[in-house]
């Protein structure tokens, strides 16, 4: 007897359907497979760490060393032979995967320098404020949102740098570090300064560059005997006149903001010597700039200057003048009293000539004047003996005046690199 049986029929699935199914089942199965590639590689790389740490603390233990290189081991956590070293003045721990410090950091008392930075660290032991020898400490891109209290314990410390964390505020407590004589405090997010900051006597350079206040924190002015000051990227549209409190300043960067004006108390920093603004929208320069007497570097460059005060000539110091990137269609003769001056960078201007009298700068050894408007040069030219760099690429010369100047320049200036 034969038993006939009901056909089943499979419903067909599309190609596409079968095709995206496959696809979907190999990526799961390679994340997977990564995934536990990945946690073996960082247990290898865990194990192979922490071996290479600890040779380098046999090694160090065998020859006395002060110093100690753990920078870009990977490590997640400290070997306890490292704190076997008592002696030890040197730390570097930079670039790690560190998120805590063990108490037992108390132990390296003779330490001066440690680098924390680029880690995942987001507080410190209470431990750590035993570290009375520390003169150097980096905590510079890890997780910290406030300034942990232990570092004020540290009243031998001399350079503090806390760049890219989440810092939004300085504590009283940091002013009890009365040896303080660099602080950097860069990216971090508007920070606050307490109101006492003055009382930081010794501090001779502040970074604040890239914290977003768009305003400069009253405070900062307290700090009399401040000689280096970092403003950039800052969102500044004015300059505080106050700024002229600051009368031992020598080094003022307030590059990157969105400056029109400066004030005139700028003259007031008689003891200047590098002003940088580049990158601002300055249409003007106060005649106070005059009064900077000691100014040996000015960086003008990316602004929007249409002409330079001809009262320039009396920086008399200046060594480099940097203008490019502005709308200077002419020089004051009054330049060439600059007799000082070894860099001249007025490239991507709209200058149409040169004043003759620039043959006057014979301390002149780089010029820039590509991408202007020029069709000639004073035939004076070669008479700047030092200059070893010209360079006049992009402008308006015919190829026979190219020509006519190239032979010319090079005949009386043997050692001159001249760009086209």
């Given at each position: 007897m034969r038993i006939s049986l009901?056909?089943?029929s499979l419903p067909i699935v599309p190609f596409g359907i079968l095709l995206f199914v496959f696809c979907i089942a190999e990526i799961v199965t390679t994340r997977a497979l990564s995934a536990q590639t990945s946690a073996r590689g960082d247990a290898n790389l865990s194990v192979d760490s922490i071996k290479i740490a600890k040779e380098r603390i046999e090694a160090a233990k065998k020859g006395s060393s002060t110093h100690l290189d753990f920078s870009e081991l990977g490590l997640k956590e400290l070997p306890p032979e490292l704190f076997e070293l008592e002696g030890l003045e040197t730390l570097d721990l930079t670039s790690n995967d560190l998120t805590e410090l063990p108490p037992a950091i108390k132990s390296l008392t003779n330490l001066a320098t440690l680098n924390l930075s680029d880690n995942n660290l987001a507080y410190l032991p209470a431990e750590f404020g035993q570290l009375k020898n520390l003169k150097s400490l980096n905590l510079g891109t890890n997780d910290f949102t406030a300034l942990p209290f232990e570092v004020s314990e540290l009243t031998n410390l001399e350079v503090l740098e806390i760049v890219q964390n989440e810092i939004t505020v300085l504590p009283d407590d940091i002013c009890r570090l009365e040896n303080l004589r660099h602080l950097d405090v860069s990216d971090n997010f508007g920070i606050v300064f307490p109101a006492n900051l003055g009382q930081l006597k010794s501090l001779k350079e502040l970074h604040l560059r890239a914290n977003g206040n768009g305003y400069l924190p009253e405070e900062i002015f307290q700090l009399e005997n401040l000689e280096h000051l970092d403003l950039s990227r800052n969102d500044l549209r004015t300059l505080s006149p106050e700024i002229g409190q600051l009368e031992n300043l020598q080094f003022l960067f307030l590059n990157d903001n969105d400056l029109r004006t400066l004030s005139s108390e700028i003259g007031q920093l008689e003891n200047l010597k590098h002003l940088g603004l580049s990158h601002n929208d300055l249409r003007t320069l106060p005649p106070e700039i005059v009064e900077l007497e000691n100014l040996k570097h000015l960086d003008l460059s990316y602004n929007d200057l249409r002409t330079l005060p001809p009262e320039i000539g009396q920086l008399e110091n200046l060594e480099q003048l940097h203008l490019s990137r502005n709308s200077l269609t002419s020089l004051p003769s009054e330049i060439v009293e600059?007799?000082?001056?070894?860099?001249?960078?007025?490239?991507?201007?709209?200058?149409?000539?040169?004043?003759?009298?620039?043959v006057e700068l014979e301390n002149l050894e780089e010029l820039n004047l590509s991408f202007n408007r020029l069709t000639t040069l004073p035939p004076e030219i070669g008479q700047l003996e030092n200059l070893t760099y010209l360079a006049l690429s992009y402008n308006l010369f015919s190829s026979k005046e190219r020509s006519r100047l190239n032979k010319e320049i090079k005949e009386v200036l043997k050692n001159i690199d001249i760009s086209w």
């Amino acid at each position: 007897m034969r038993i006939s049986l009901p056909k089943c029929s499979l419903p067909i699935v599309p190609f596409g359907i079968l095709l995206f199914v496959f696809c979907i089942a190999e990526i799961v199965t390679t994340r997977a497979l990564s995934a536990q590639t990945s946690a073996r590689g960082d247990a290898n790389l865990s194990v192979d760490s922490i071996k290479i740490a600890k040779e380098r603390i046999e090694a160090a233990k065998k020859g006395s060393s002060t110093h100690l290189d753990f920078s870009e081991l990977g490590l997640k956590e400290l070997p306890p032979e490292l704190f076997e070293l008592e002696g030890l003045e040197t730390l570097d721990l930079t670039s790690n995967d560190l998120t805590e410090l063990p108490p037992a950091i108390k132990s390296l008392t003779n330490l001066a320098t440690l680098n924390l930075s680029d880690n995942n660290l987001a507080y410190l032991p209470a431990e750590f404020g035993q570290l009375k020898n520390l003169k150097s400490l980096n905590l510079g891109t890890n997780d910290f949102t406030a300034l942990p209290f232990e570092v004020s314990e540290l009243t031998n410390l001399e350079v503090l740098e806390i760049v890219q964390n989440e810092i939004t505020v300085l504590p009283d407590d940091i002013c009890r570090l009365e040896n303080l004589r660099h602080l950097d405090v860069s990216d971090n997010f508007g920070i606050v300064f307490p109101a006492n900051l003055g009382q930081l006597k010794s501090l001779k350079e502040l970074h604040l560059r890239a914290n977003g206040n768009g305003y400069l924190p009253e405070e900062i002015f307290q700090l009399e005997n401040l000689e280096h000051l970092d403003l950039s990227r800052n969102d500044l549209r004015t300059l505080s006149p106050e700024i002229g409190q600051l009368e031992n300043l020598q080094f003022l960067f307030l590059n990157d903001n969105d400056l029109r004006t400066l004030s005139s108390e700028i003259g007031q920093l008689e003891n200047l010597k590098h002003l940088g603004l580049s990158h601002n929208d300055l249409r003007t320069l106060p005649p106070e700039i005059v009064e900077l007497e000691n100014l040996k570097h000015l960086d003008l460059s990316y602004n929007d200057l249409r002409t330079l005060p001809p009262e320039i000539g009396q920086l008399e110091n200046l060594e480099q003048l940097h203008l490019s990137r502005n709308s200077l269609t002419s020089l004051p003769s009054e330049i060439v009293e600059l007799e000082n001056l070894e860099r001249l960078d007025l490239g991507e201007n709209g200058l149409t000539s040169l004043p003759p009298e620039i043959v006057e700068l014979e301390n002149l050894e780089e010029l820039n004047l590509s991408f202007n408007r020029l069709t000639t040069l004073p035939p004076e030219i070669g008479q700047l003996e030092n200059l070893t760099y010209l360079a006049l690429s992009y402008n308006l010369f015919s190829s026979k005046e190219r020509s006519r100047l190239n032979k010319e320049i090079k005949e009386v200036l043997k050692n001159i690199d001249i760009s086209w």
